[in-house]
């Protein structure tokens, strides 16, 4: 194993219940093994589930984000909606922005924007979701989708220490695809030269996610570019995640 940490961010989306929560006991009991100490877990549940995990987790190195927040850093008359402010003020490290399933339900890059920027001011780590849909991929707009996701997403922002990209093609989420390992590569690859050059950054962060499982970890760790992965479906059973962490290594 590299001295880099290798992320495993599991985005629960909108599963589970108060029951669903005794499942990560195993998950935290995996994350005391001391050959695991490069690892980073992160816990995505939804907002109902967010104060039971944080005291589930607390005294334990797994940390805990939210999935998205309300572009606002002060509270204000939004029915429905979170801001940073309070997902800080819970004790979450993290939260995710810019995921794809927000993205079709309104989110646009300006809205992004915002919301990274409200999340940094409350000193939250950002998980910045990007990726192209399959016309874009098609048509062979993918790096040009990502330029401009990273350009208008990360607009006016200065520096990226708390930031870690996401990188799910749309075409890939829930869908059982995987991208070739050259394309992967070569599109990780883009995003870290991008932030390179706009941030003076040695080396950003860039995760992968997408159908992530535990038949395709083994060939997914391969790729060194990879900081670590954000996964959706099979992160909500914790066998199944505890074996994909495993396999990353072994
Ligand atoms: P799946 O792992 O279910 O494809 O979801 C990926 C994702 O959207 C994680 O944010």
């Known amino acids: 194993m590299t001295n880099k940490y290798k992320y495993f961010v599991a985005n629960w989306k909108m599963f589970g219940n108060i029951k669903s929560t005794d499942t990560i006991n195993r998950v935290i009991k995996l994350s005391k093994q001391k050959n695991l100490k490069k690892v980073k877990i992160i816990y995505c549940p939804p907002y109902t589930l967010l ?5 589930k987790l607390v005294n334990t190195n797994i940390d805990v984000g939210a999935q998205n927040c309300h572009q606002s850093q002060n509270d204000g008359p939004y029915t429905g909606s979170i801001n940073s402010q309070m997902i800080k003020n819970l004790g979450c490290k993290y939260v995710i922005v810019g995921h794809s399933e927000n993205r079709t339900n309104g ?6 924007n915002q919301k990274i920027k409200s999340s940094l001011s409350n000193n939250l780590n950002v998980l910045f979701c990007i990726g192209e849909n399959i016309k874009e991929k098609k048509s062979k707009r993918t790096k040009l989708v990502l330029k401009t996701q990273l350009t208008k997403g990360l607009n006016k922002v200065k520096n990226i220490d708390k930031i870690i990209i ?3 093609p749309v075409w890939s989420i829930g869908s059982g695809l995987v991208p ?7 599109n990780i690859f883009f995003i870290k030269n991008f932030l390179k050059k ?7 962060k860039v995760l992968y996610g997408g159908s992530v499982n ?3 970890i083994k060939n997914l760790s391969l790729i060194k ?3 670590g992965f954000l996964i959706g479906g099979a992160s909500q059973r914790s ?3 505890i074996d994909i962490i495993k396999k990353t290594f072994n």
């Open 214 to 216: 535990s038949k395709n």
């Open 198 to 204: 706009k941030f003076k950054k040695s080396n950003p």
């Open 51 to 55: 104060s039971i995990f944080i005291k």
């Open 239 to 241: 066998n199944k995640f």
């Open 180 to 186: 070739k390992n050259k394309e992967l590569i070569g």
């Open 107 to 112: 989110d646009n890059n300006y809205l992004i």
């Open 166 to 168: 996401a990188y799910e």
């Open 225 to 227: 570019e990879i900081d």
